[in-house]
């Protein structure tokens, strides 16, 4: 029999959001396979598709800088051991130059920015030091740039309690447009991106694979299995379609408005409507398989 440590189970917990008890047995049932556990625990109705714990692995801030013109925007995270450090205002300070860098120099992985110089020393000597005089280890965990060229605009939300959220979204417009027409929208879907937590823009981007995978589970589920096949069928093509709506950014219901989808928000006017095109979400914490939208996949 697999030995299941209290580390498997915690990671598990974390992924699911169910019981400490219900994790184990997931775990049990598995043979210490996780991701079995995760589907054993979606199928007895425990853990919800694509839910996380709130609770991050660590402290620190998210922070976005947007450009003037709203056509450039940067993304970063920036790590501490704890909330007291996170909350100090020089930690917040340095992540704040960080994500400026960042967005001044395109910056898109971790390693460009640690290695990027900022007056005479690098951005990593720079965090090397704020280590010394914080007296906490601190980590530059993920970066990201987007841009958009044309009729386009950026969308930007760091969610105001603790900086643990934040978001940035590219829109294309199909003409011309006041900023003013633009950017208010544009804020919006960030602000909904980070409420609503969406994986994918639409369905397009959606793997073939992801949908097998959730006909699996719900084929799976123990209230089917006495129904007929065609019967079973149907249930199991509803419940699916409905699923994979709720994590797509466009078929959400907008977050400020929940009597709309987030398409007909995207309509700003009868002749001005936005795409959105890239997006991505920041969970203070979140494993590296946080949602993030990409018309080109992720």
């Known amino acids: 029999m697999v030995e299941i440590s209290a580390s498997m189970v915690k990671d598990l917990?974390?992924?699911?959001?169910?019981?400490?008890?219900?994790?184990k047995k997931a775990l049990v049932e598995s043979q210490g396979d996780f991701e079995k556990a995760f589907e054993w625990l979606?199928?007895?109705?425990?853990?919800?598709?694509?839910?996380?714990?709130?609770?991050?692995?660590?402290?620190?801030?998210?922070?976005?800088?947007?450009?003037?013109?709203?056509?450039?925007?940067?993304?970063?995270?920036?790590?501490?051991?704890t909330d007291f450090v996170a909350r100090n205002e020089q930690f917040q300070g340095f992540a704040s130059q960080l994500a400026?860098?960042?967005?001044?120099?395109?910056?898109?992985?971790?390693?460009?920015?640690?290695?990027?110089?900022?007056?005479?020393?690098t951005v990593?000597?720079?965090?090397?030091?704020?280590?010394?005089?914080?007296?906490?280890?601190?980590?530059?965990r993920r970066v990201d740039y987007v841009e958009v060229t044309g009729h386009g605009v950026i969308g930007l939300y760091i969610h105001a309690v603790g900086g643990k959220l934040g978001a940035v979204v590219a829109?294309?417009?199909?003409?011309e447009a006041a900023a003013e027409d633009l950017t208010a929208t544009a804020r919006d879907i960030a602000m909904h991106i980070v409420s609503s937590k969406p994986q994918f823009i639409d369905r397009s981007e959606i793997p073939a694979e992801v949908i097998e995978n959730e006909r699996r589970i719900e084929a799976g589920k123990e209230d089917l299995a006495k129904k007929p096949a065609d019967i079973r069928e149907k249930i199991v093509t509803g419940?699916?379609?409905?699923?994979?709506?709720?994590?797509?950014l466009v078929e959400q219901d907008f977050v400020k408005d929940p009597s709309?989808?987030?398409s007909q928000v995207l309509k700003v006017k009868p002749d001005l409507e936005l795409k959105p095109v890239s997006f991505k979400l920041y969970i203070l914490g979140a494993q590296d398989d946080a949602p993030s939208g990409e018309t080109n996949g992720h």
């Open 13 to 23: 917990r974390e992924k699911s959001g169910a019981a400490m008890m219900d994790c």
């Open 42 to 81: 979606r199928q007895k109705g425990i853990a919800q598709a694509s839910k996380k714990s709130s609770r991050a692995a660590s402290e620190g801030l998210v922070v976005g800088k947007l450009s003037a013109d709203n056509k450039r925007a940067a993304i970063i995270e920036l790590n501490c051991e």
């Open 100 to 121: 400026e860098l960042a967005l001044e120099h395109k910056t898109t992985s971790v390693d460009a920015l640690l290695n990027q110089k900022h007056g005479n020393e």
């Open 124 to 140: 990593n000597a720079l965090l090397t030091e704020k280590v010394s005089t914080i007296g906490e280890n601190l980590v530059l």
């Open 171 to 175: 829109l294309e417009a199909n003409r």
């Open 239 to 248: 419940r699916v379609d409905k699923i994979i709506g709720e994590r797509v």
């Open 260 to 262: 709309r989808k987030v």
